[in-house]
């Protein structure tokens, strides 16, 4: 259940939203969160749910596919929020080329090709768009390696399109959250080693103990594609209970 204190305002009453990873924790939560301030939203996952349209990510005409659907049911768009992603915890040596480069499918050249896909409706909108990094773009983590490459591309890229696409009026910025409490999160960590060197693994603690819920990470998305943001633009808005300072 939303709640109601995190969705008083109407911040995006009239505001066409497409959400992707809208099956997940923070995509779901970020949904909700939106739609109760007003935006109409189109989602998207590969996994199937209500109102969900379903696109692999990684899969250039899906996304297309995609693109010309989210068009004809908003007619337009004014925020675009890339929140779909996928880890898996795996040592250097047993890294394959294949779960590598579907770590940079899905994290990093997904996003990309759909800003690509929407530049000229957020151009006209003058819109933005919001990307879920991780502070794992930010720091070396072990066990990691494909995570940490695949979040840290999708950071540089989005603030290259940051300055790229200033002059068309299009803001794009990142949240880079700690650990959340959602099933993606959960499943990863079910992939780490057996045998892992905790210590390592410890430099990656919250000062805040715990793991966050998803509706932390959706206000700050919310923020960053609100008015309240009009001037920030190629930002990396850190959201991880103090693990990095």
């Given at each position: ?83 779909a992603g996928v880890q898996r915890f795996t040592r250097v040596g047993e890294l394959t080329g294949a779960e590598l480069r579907r770590h ?26 919001v990307s879920i990094a991780s502070i794992s773009a930010l720091m070396g983590q072990p066990y990691n390696a494909a995570y940490c490459a ?43 080693p057996s045998d892992v060197d905790w210590n390592l693994i410890a430099k990656s603690q919250s000062v805040i103990p715990g793991f966050m ?33």
């Amino acid at each position: 259940m939303t709640d109601a204190r995190l969705a008083s305002a109407h911040r995006f009453a009239g505001r066409r939203v497409v959400v992707t990873g809208a099956a997940g924790g923070v995509g779901r939560s970020l949904v909700e969160l939106l739609r109760a301030e007003g935006a109409q939203v189109v989602a998207t996952d590969v996994v199937p749910g209500e109102d969900i349209e379903i696109a692999d990510l990684s899969d250039e005409q899906q996304i297309e596919r995609f693109v010309g659907t989210a068009l004809e049911r908003l007619g337009g768009l004014d925020v675009l929020c890339n929140v779909a992603g996928v880890q898996r915890f795996t040592r250097v040596g047993e890294l394959t080329g294949a779960e590598l480069r579907r770590h940079l499918d899905i994290n990093a050249v997904g996003p990309l090709l759909l800003t690509q896909g929407f530049v000229e409706a957020l151009a006209q909108a003058r819109g933005n768009v919001v990307s879920i990094a991780s502070i794992s773009a930010l720091m070396g983590q072990p066990y990691n390696a494909a995570y940490c490459a695949s979040k840290a591309a999708l950071l540089l890229g989005m603030r290259a399109l940051a300055v790229e696409l200033a002059g068309r009026g299009i803001r794009v910025n990142c949240v880079s959250p700690g650990g959340i409490d959602t099933p993606m999160v959960e499943g990863a960590a079910h992939s780490l080693p057996s045998d892992v060197d905790w210590n390592l693994i410890a430099k990656s603690q919250s000062v805040i103990p715990g793991f966050m819920p998803p509706s932390d990470v959706a206000q700050a998305v919310l923020f960053l594609a609100s008015d309240a943001a009009s001037s920030i633009t190629g930002a990396n808005l850190v959201v991880d209970r103090g693990v990095i300072w």
